[in-house]
């Protein structure tokens, strides 16, 4: 039986900056700060030099809308799980301030708004894109994997990938290869992220029955495990290389070894049993991820020879 932490109680807001207030914790902005990042390098990068800023601008604004959507219906499902976490316990459902059916039309309504203007704006694949996105990210990861396997994750991040697949498709109106590369760096990237917070936060998912790996697993083959991925996640932006310039190249070679150097630093902290820092760890790899996308941004407005293929 699952322990419930004291949340703080309040009634359902009145006031519009109460309302505002709730409702943006709905949609998760911190989260959909990766949409951002991600999103308009790879559109950047699909132009090969900088896309009509309209475009730009209107798949920015579906693919928030299609991010809070999921966001705002992960907080449906959730609500039980967040209610008994200390890390969850100030969201919107649980404080109250918005009921369970107005987060659910909520939702809705903002999934349907991402799909017309994605269509309206881009063309139909991204349209479509998006909705599968929230679809799998309730359907597939909340509801499924996320209470009943360690690779939670593993998987179920392949929904927080799809906004460079969907800028690339706004662009182009097709998925190529470079889109593909983009996707797994950013999946290959999560479980570090994820697993180096959770960690962490070891107590509170475990207290609501969730089976994140550090819950399940010894800290070691947790640090070991976020070793393995950064050294898949580093490789694969490097396969990215032939599509950008020399400056890419080299901030992704250059901040790869930097996050190298921080996961297997980790490692060597937990396998020592020293006090290890993994929250560190998860905030610097925000740093990373923006940094290897401004970089891979800026190589593509200034529209550098691409390396090519060395054979």
Request: hydrophobic residues 55%; proline residues 6%.
């Amino acid at each position: 039986m699952t322990a419930t932490v004291d949340a703080p109680r309040a009634r359902f807001a009145r006031k519009p900056a109460e309302l505002l207030k709730a409702y943006l914790g709905l949609v998760k902005p911190r989260v959909i700060e990766l949409l951002l990042v991600t999103t308009i390098p790879a559109m950047l990068l699909a132009e090969r030099g900088i896309p009509s800023p309209v475009l730009v601008l209107a798949t920015l604004l579906g693919g928030t809308m299609a991010a809070g959507s999921a966001n705002a219906l992960n907080c449906v499902a959730d609500a039980d799980i967040d209610q008994v976490m200390k890390r969850t316990r100030a969201r919107p459902l649980v404080r109250h301030t918005v009921s369970n059916r107005h987060a659910l039309v909520f939702g809705i309504a903002l999934g349907a708004g991402s799909f017309l203007v994605l269509w309206v704006s881009a063309n139909l694949l991204a349209a479509a894109l998006a909705v599968a996105t929230i679809l799998f990210y309730v359907f597939v990861y909340t509801l499924v994997l996320k209470r009943r396997t360690a690779q939670n994750i593993v998987w179920g991040g392949a929904a927080g990938c799809m906004p460079v697949v969907i800028g690339w498709a706004g662009v182009t109106g097709g998925i190529d290869w470079p889109a593909l590369v983009m996707f797994g760096v950013v999946f290959f990237w999560t479980p570090p992220h994820t697993w180096s917070l959770a960690m962490k936060y070891k107590d509170d998912y475990e207290r609501a029955g969730v089976p994140m790996l550090p819950v399940v697993a010894e800290p070691a083959a947790v640090s070991r495990q976020i070793v393995v991925f950064t050294w898949l996640m580093v490789v694969w932006t490097l396969l990215l290389v032939p599509a950008t310039g020399w400056l890419y190249a080299v901030f992704a070679a250059a901040t790869g070894a930097w996050f190298l150097v921080l996961a297997h630093r980790l490692h060597a902290q937990v396998k020592r049993g020293v006090p290890a820092k993994p929250m560190r760890l998860f905030h610097l790899s925000n740093t990373y991820l923006m940094l290897v996308f401004v970089a891979l941004a800026v190589d593509s407005a200034l529209g550098l020879p691409v390396l090519g293929w060395p054979w």
